[in-house]
């Protein structure tokens, strides 16, 4: 658009060689930052910062126009640097018309509804989309929570809210995505920060509706009569010819917060506008009558504008919010909706999120106090949600709030007094501290606590007050606060955790970091105390009176990682009983002990749950764990098993789900829980399930055994959303006897698996698929058969070859989607392992380019197919965490195609192979030797039995070497780099089972070629 034919009608003047009629503008900013090629700049003052500061950093970006209301203020070379200089009276007064031109005026095709008003916006904002919606209108929204709409294709979109209301340029942006998508109604919140900054522009309302007003903002504001006459805007000079003005009137107390509202609608009646009133006042045209309020709902009368009464039943809570649901029916009838329809279309209409939001907690026995987010932030709001909820037949009230910093202080004493007024228990913390230090402002919220004659006590108060006694706690932290209310309240208590509502951030200093009331709250009421021990155990308890409902921390099996407050569970094992260590569990703090003698806790003065075995008591209590956190997120949970790759497929389904729900600053972190280690027996999995919590979506657990029954065992404590088998081969024959014994071990996974669960299955290996086939899940078949994809499979993988750095490069398939992915590790096996994770991520609802960016994100784990590199540029395959006859030959057919002059292998046993092991292992050798392996050197009790295979297999008796002691193999290793059989470029495999210890080789090997070439 020329800046000319932007600027038409407009009052300027240009002082600049270059003139409007030459500039043809690509964008319009007015932020430095976000200048574009071609742009213009418009330079607004006032606020915190001038943009004339930044007119040489907005023409360094690639601005062709900048537009300036203090041309003094203008560099001294920016006239004559080709860019085009507009001077215009006031930049803020011309942005908005110029941000509407430029979008081609848009708001002209939406049919616009404003609301302003201290509080009740959001709640009356989402009430009038959802009524809409029902009467099949397409609706956007603006506000404080988000701004959102939905498209022509059936999607909606959401972007953040950085202000309830947006600068002109993102308004009139977002109007023309609206427009664009066909919406027909756009409910606005409309705030008196963006009405004094005039960001609205030359938008005109068919509706504008006012809620209340009451104290807020006077940091901003220099009195209520301002922050009035900013909210008197709106209908003054924002309002269409046509529209309608609908002012919420409270009962005619001779309030200061009525007396604005009258004097709002009296400014209306002069104005040449439609007025009409709704609310408490019997003027009202539509009156409420009466309601009544439970915490399951409410039930409110009223008289419309021709004398016809009405009922209206909503699941919403609290009389203040009468006043919403009776502003937002009124609004429909503006726009043409029948009352009685209005109240249906409103019948179901939930509300704005935290706005008097109940959480839902993790379910207990004996029930859990009810506990309610509220956005009550102002005095008046608080005053409305306590009043409300003292009305409500309950046990004791508790009420936590806070105030924000660098915001009106004089609120503050009167917030703490609202809350000391109406609540049983007060607990003062931190809201947003901003710059201020956040113990004056809680001290100043405290003051008001005091002034009601209300008690301030230490926060151990909470653990010992009388039900009948009242008073306040300050915490320090949000967090802590919040756990220190939920868990001290009891089922028919009422917790209001006030001020923050829907934010999901908190403002620390200038660092703004995700936190959110609901999550919070979820997480707390997931903590240990006495009576959910016993029910997740089964056990016994044994307490002191005053332990009976403490609440501990976690759950620790070693009493030398064992913090103060932790469980501490005594297993009992063939080399050790952690009933030994009770004494030093208690030295460290613990503040309960699991055991299963309980001869052995006599005067231990610490709560003690006695069961049958400690062991089942560990998983039975991941597995309580897993389905309370169930039950309030549910977070994906896939189990994995498999004679081989199952750690692999677990770190790349980790770093999927990672690319799924990555660590952002909105966004709680470590959202993705795995197995550590080699966690996978039966310890080891319910101490890699039991952190899980509210905030988790995902969870990778692998599952190990050596022993029938074992992974039935895992999986009834996992309880696994999504299972796999990765496949099945000849491993744990000590145990298992025979491949099939391994097969139905491996199949205890399927087994056990709930209905609702999803299979992914090998459609490569016949023996997962047999085990597949006994069971009526549904499953989603993958593959990575180079003759070609099954019919089954959903997702299938073609390698396409292995780069010099043995990077394997694939083309996954899922569905009728194609893909190019990168694997950043070696192994032409990997291509199988990708094929598993990417069915896994299909099953959780995963699209597929994320999943392509995770796995193309996973990096071999330590001592698996991990790459190395010594001092003299030998290249290190490090596969030594595990191995048996498949991962043997896999590794030995990756080696052999990776590009190099000679390829070496430093092989070691495999373990528990039963009686199978010689053959198994003279196996392994001709393997080697039918790859194509230079140099072979073997370790351990089988060495005899490879070398064997290999000189069978036809490698000569001077390619294979026999060392006793693996401490040898370093030397071996040395003389080959020396006598030039192994150079740079060239690839060393070592691999053997965990218990040889071969990873010490390599480290050695490394070492001294690392000292050798220095």
């Known amino acids: 658009m020329l800046l000319s034919d932007l600027l038409g009608g407009l009052a300027h003047r240009c002082c600049s060689q270059k003139t409007p009629e030459q500039v043809l503008v690509e964008g319009i900013s007015a932020d430095s930052r976000t200048v574009v090629e071609h742009g213009l700049f418009v330079a607004l003052s006032g606020g915190t910062t001038d943009g004339h500061h930044y007119l040489a950093a907005a023409v360094q970006a690639g601005a062709a126009a900048v537009m300036v209301d203090c041309p003094q203020k203008l560099p001294a070379d920016i006239a004559h640097s080709g860019v085009c200089v507009v001077v215009v009276d006031r930049c803020r007064s011309v942005l908005g018309e110029l941000a509407a031109r430029f979008y ?12 302003t008003g201290t509080n009740g916006k959001t709640t009356v904002s989402y009430l009038l989309e959802h009524g809409l919606r029902r009467i099949g209108r397409q609706v956007g929204v603006i506000g404080t929570v988000e701004y959102r709409y939905p498209t022509t294709d059936g999607r909606t979109i959401h972007r953040p809210a950085p202000f309830t209301t947006p600068d002109p340029l993102r308004l009139h942006s977002l109007f023309r995505e609206m427009a664009d998508n066909r919406v027909t109604h756009v409910v606005m919140e409309v705030s008196s920060h963006a009405l004094r900054q005039e960001r609205l522009g030359p938008v005109r309302f068919a509706l504008g509706l006012f809620t209340n007003l009451s104290q807020d903002h006077l940091d901003y ?11 008197w805007q709106l209908f003054e ?17 001779g309030s200061e917060t009525s007396g604005w509202a009258e004097k709002m609608a009296a400014g209306c009646r002069e104005l040449p506008v439609r007025t009409v009133t709704c609310g408490r006042s019997r003027q009202a045209d539509y009156h409420l009558l009466q309601s009544t309020s439970t915490l399951a709902g409410s039930t409110l009368d009223f008289q419309d504008n021709q004398g016809a009464i009405h009922r209206l039943h909503s699941p919403l809570v609290g009389d203040y919010n009468m006043d919403n649901l009776l502003a937002a029916l009124t609004a429909l009838t503006v726009l043409g909706v029948a009352v009685d329809e209005a109240g249906r279309v409103l ?22 106090p009810t506990v309610l987010v509220d956005y009550a932030h102002t005095p008046d709001a608080l005053a409305n949600v306590l009043k409300t909820l003292a009305a409500i037949p309950h046990g004791r009230l508790f009420c936590l709030v806070g105030c924000g910093g660098d915001r009106d202080r004089g609120k503050r004493p009167l917030m703490g007094g609202i809350a000391a007024q109406y609540s049983d228990v007060v607990v003062v913390t931190d809201d947003n501290p901003r710059s201020e230090e956040p113990a004056v402002i809680r001290s100043q919220v405290l003051e008001g606590v005091r002034h009601q004659g209300m008690v301030v006590h230490s926060v151990e108060w909470l653990a010992t007050w009388g039900k009948s006694e009242k008073g306040a706690v300050e915490v320090a932290g949000r967090e802590a606060a919040i756990k220190a209310v939920v868990t001290t309240a009891r089922p028919g208590d009422i917790v ?85 260590f009770l004494e030093k569990a208690l030295q460290a703090g613990a503040g309960c002990l699991v055991v299963s003698d309980a001869g052995r806790v006599t005067g231990s003065g610490v709560a003690c749950v006695v069961v049958p075995d400690t062991l089942a008591a560990l998983g039975d209590m991941a597995h309580f764990r897993r389905q309370a956190v169930r039950r309030l997120r549910q977070p994906v949970v896939v189990g994995l098993t498999g004679s081989c790759g199952k750690t692999t497929v677990k770190e790349m389904v980790a770093a999927i789900f990672t690319a799924r729900w990555p660590d952002r600053a909105d966004r709680p972190a470590g959202r993705v829980l795995k197995t550590l280690g080699n966690f996978n027996n039966l310890v080891g999995l319910p101490l890699s399930l039991l952190p899980i919590d509210a905030h988790h979506r995902g969870a990778i657990l692998e599952m190990g055994m050596n022993q029938p029954g074992e992974i039935a065992r895992l999986a009834s404590i996992a309880d696994p959303d999504i299972c796999c088998i990765t496949n099945i081969h000849g491993a744990h024959l000590e145990g298992l006897g025979t491949i099939e014994g391994v097969a139905a071990a491996k199949g205890e996974l399927f087994a056990l698996a709930d209905e609702r669960a999803v299979l992914a299955v090998n459609l490569d290996d016949a023996r997962v698929v047999r085990q597949a086939q006994l069971h009526p899940h549904r499953t989603l078949g993958f593959s990575a058969d180079p ?11 073609e390698t396409a070859g292995v780069d010099g750095e043995g990077a394997l490069s694939l083309v996954l398939h899922v569905g009728d989607q194609r893909r190019s992915v990168v694997i950043h590790a070696a192994g032409l096996h990997n291509g199988g392992n990708a094929a598993a994770a990417a069915a896994i991520a299909r099953a959780a609802g995963i699209e597929v380019d994320c999943i392509v960016a995770g796995l193309e994100r996973f990096r071999a784990a330590d001592k698996r197919m991990q790459k190395l590199k010594s001092g003299t540029g030998v290249n290190i395959l490090n596969d030594t965490y595990n191995a048996n006859p498949a991962s043997m030959a896999a590794a030995l057919a ?53 070398g064997r295979g290999a000189r069978a297999g036809g490698m000569k008796e001077e390619q294979i070497i026999m060392l006793p002691e693996k401490e040898r193999a370093v030397d071996w290793l040395t003389e080959l780099v020396h006598s030039g059989r192994l150079h740079s470029g060239d690839w060393l495999l070592v691999k053997a ?13 490394v070492e001294s070629s690392a000292t050798t070439k220095s």
């Not at 923050?500 to 660092?511: D, R, S």
């Open 993 to 1005: 089972s965990r218990g040889i210890a071969l990873d010490t080789v390599v480290s050695a090997f």
């Open 894 to 946: 990756t080696l052999a195609r990776l590009p190099a002059r000679h390829r070496v292998a430093l092989l070691g046993d495999m373990l528990e192979l039963g009686a199978a092991a010689p053959q198994l292992h003279e196996e392994i050798g001709r393997t080697a030797a039918t790859v194509g392996i230079d140099y072979l050197g073997v370790v351990g009790s089988f060495r005899e039995d490879i």
């Open 496 to 580: 209001l955790l006030a001020g923050k509502g829907h934010e999901q951030y908190q403002i620390i200093g200038g660092g703004r970091r995700f936190f959110d009331d609901v999550l919070a709250a979820q997480q707390s009421s997931l903590s240990w105390d006495t009576d959910t021990l016993v029910e997740a155990t089964g056990g016994r308890l044994l307490a002191p009176a005053e332990r009976t409902g403490q609440r501990f921390g976690t759950v620790s099996t070693d009493s030398r990682s064992c913090q103060p407050g932790d469980i501490f569970v005594a297993l009992v094992g063939e080399h050790h009983d952690g009933h030994e």
């Open 787 to 797: 003759a070609g994809r099954p019919e089954a499979a959903e997702v299938w993988v």
């Open 237 to 253: 000079r924002y309002l269409a010819a046509d529209g309608t003005a609908l002012i919420v009137l409270p009962e005619n107390n």
């Open 221 to 231: 504001h220099a009195s209520m009569t301002d922050y009035w006459e900013a909210k």
């Open 104 to 115: 081609g005026r848009p708001a002209a095709a939406l049919t616009l509804l404003g609301v």
């Open 347 to 368: 019948a179901d209409a939930t509300g704005a999120p935290g706005r008097l939001q109940r959480v839902e907690l993790a379910e207990r026995g004996d029930g859990q």
